[in-house]
Every structure is written in structure tokens, then in C-alpha cells.
């Protein structure tokens, strides 16, 4: 069956409903699937299943090769912006002693120059100026209506006369941070973990590892929210860990004792097109303008 004229009718000076339906007009919900989210077991440096993992304080985890590389590289970062930023204050303090030299023989020069009165006070020693502070073929004749303006003008046609803008670097910090949480961030701080890998006779055939919790025994995925103890690094679900090991001061596994402050929850999965937590969902506020050409972009629904 044929569609309605009035859908297809495009000769309006307005948008009509379905043309907007069409275009994508408004905002434009969508659930992240699998594929935009980070497994648990991966690193969150190199998105692969992790070697030897590591988390920091705040249960960002990553492999221990990966993440002492990133502390490695940001301290060989911190080192040269701190050589960069010596040598510039290096620079800025001969500048300013050259500065203060050539102040010093200005006020000597202008005062020998008043007393004998040979030479007017606007030259210098070497006559390469005059009196605007131009050099050379760039000098200017100017009369005395024009010597205010030339003096506070920014010719930027003139070399002598350009602004200049110079490149300060600020003192860098010297402290190294996550590269995921953006806090800061030291080697001592971090500590390893240690998964329960299921061992049963239906998962020996299975060649992908698998992790319980070696409480309840519950397959850990990343619908699940996970506790791993900072004092011994076993990684617990967050059920078990607040029914018993905040109750009891003791790790399920190793009977050493811990505190509620030991208890790190791991942060879920995501990755640069989706962040951590629970916000599974992206939302995206399409407005149809001129020359949007939302169109071409977005295809049109089905009807």
C-alpha cells in the first residue's frame, strides 16, 4: 500500500512530524552493547585480558608491565619539562641582568651626554638609532605631530616594531597520575589482585578463563559489582564482601585481617566512547538546521 501524500510531501517551508522523525530530529537514545564496554578482566591501558593485574586505590586495574610503563613515561616527562623550565628561568635571569647592564649605561651615557652637550640625548653610542627606535632601512621620518603615535603604535609591518608574544612554560607538577581516574598516583600505592579461577569439569574444556567468587561461587561478569582487599588482593562480589568481610575484619580466603577501609571496589568497565559506572545508555540532541545535511547522516526510519 502506497504512503499518504501528506508524508511525502516535501514542498513546505517548515519541517513537518514525520520529516523530523526521519532526520533524527530531537534526542536520539541508544544502550551501549557489549562491544563499547571494557570486560572486568581487561587492562585499562592496553584493552586486553590483564597479566599480573594491579589496581590503584581508586580500582582502576592494569597490568603491572602496562602501568609501569605509563609511571616510567610520565616521569621522563616531568624530568624534561622540568630541564625546560630551568632553562628558561636560566634565560629570563641573564635577560634580566643583561637588561639592567644596558639600563645602567643608558643613564651613564645620557648623563656624559647632558654635561658635554655634543651629542643629543635620543642617540646612543653606536648610532644605530633614532629617536622612534627604528633600525636602518626600517627607520621613519616622522614631524613631531606623529612621534606620540609611532611611539605606541604596534607596527607589525615593521620587524623592530613587531609585538612580541613569548612562550612561558609554567612550573610543571612533579607528581604522577592515573591514566584513568586523572588522580594522583605512586608505585607504592598500587597493589596486586588475585582472581578465583573456576576450576569445575564443565569450564576445563572452555580455553577462556573464568572467575568466581570464591565465596558463593558465582561467575563474575561485569553485570556484577566487584571488592578486591588491598591487604592481600583477593577480589571478592560486593555481596559477599559487605555480608561478611565488613562484619567480620577478615578476608574469606586468607584469614588475614582487613579493614572497611582495605575493601576497593573495582571500577566497571568502559572505554573512551563510554566512561565507568552504570550509565549503559548515550544520549545525543540532533537540531535540524540548514545545511545540517542530517539526511545524508542518519537513515531514515522504518515505517
Request: hydrophobic fraction near 30%.
Amino acid at each position: 500500500m502506497p504512503q499518504r501524500h501528506s508524508k511525502n510531501n516535501n514542498d513546505l517551508a517548515f519541517f513537518t512530524y514525520d520529516e523530523k522523525r526521519k532526520l533524527g530530529y530531537g534526542t536520539q537514545k541508544e544502550r551501549l552493547g557489549k562491544d563499547s564496554i571494557k570486560p572486568f578482566d581487561a587492562c585499562c591501558l592496553c584493552l586486553k585480558p590483564f597479566i599480573d593485574p594491579m589496581s590503584c586505590q581508586k580500582g582502576h586495574v592494569f597490568c603491572k608491565e602496562c602501568i609501569l610503563e605509563c609511571l616510567l613515561a610520565q616521569k621522563k616527562d616531568i624530568q624534561r619539562k622540568l630541564a625546560a623550565h630551568a632553562a628558561q628561568q636560566k634565560q629570563e635571569k641573564e635577560e634580566e641582568d643583561e637588561r639592567l647592564i644596558l639600563d645602567k649605561a643608558r643613564e651613564l651615557d645620557a648623563f656624559d651626554q647632558q654635561n658635554h652637550g655634543a651629542l643629543p640625548q635620543y642617540n646612543d653610542k653606536n648610532h644605530s638609532r633614532d629617536k622612534n627606535g627604528f633600525h636602518g632601512a626600517n627607520s621613519v621620518k616622522v614631524t613631531s605631530f606623529e612621534e606620540e603615535a609611532l611611539r605606541t603604535m604596534k607596527a607589525f609591518w615593521l620587524p623592530s616594531a613587531t609585538p612580541e608574544a613569548p612562550v612561558k612554560a609554567d612550573a610543571p607538577s612533579t607528581s604522577t597520575v592515573c591514566p584513568e581516574g586523572k588522580e594522583k598516583l605512586k608505585l607504592k600505592t598500587l597493589f596486586p589482585i588475585y582472581f578465583t579461577e573456576d576450576e569445575s569439569e564443565q569450564k576445563k574444556s572452555n580455553l577462556d578463563k573464568t572467575y568466581i567468587c570464591p565465596s558463593c561461587k558465582v561467575t563474575l561478569t561485569n553485570t556484577l559489582s566487584l571488592v578486591a582487599v588491598s591487604s592481600c588482593g583477593h577480589v571478592f562480589c560486593k555481596k559477599c564482601a559487605d555480608r561478611f568481610m565488613a562484619v567480620d575484619k577478615v578476608c574469606l580466603v586468607c584469614d588475614k585481617p582487613c579493614r572497611e577501609r582495605n575493601l576497593v571496589t573495582l571500577e566497571k568497565g568502559g572505554t573512551g566512547f563510554a566512561g565507568h559506572g552504570d550509565h549503559l545508555e548515550a544520549t545525543d540532541f540532533k537540531h535540524l538546521g540548514s545545511g545540517s545535511g542530517l539526511g545524508l547522516v542518519r537513515p531514515a526510519a522504518k515505517t
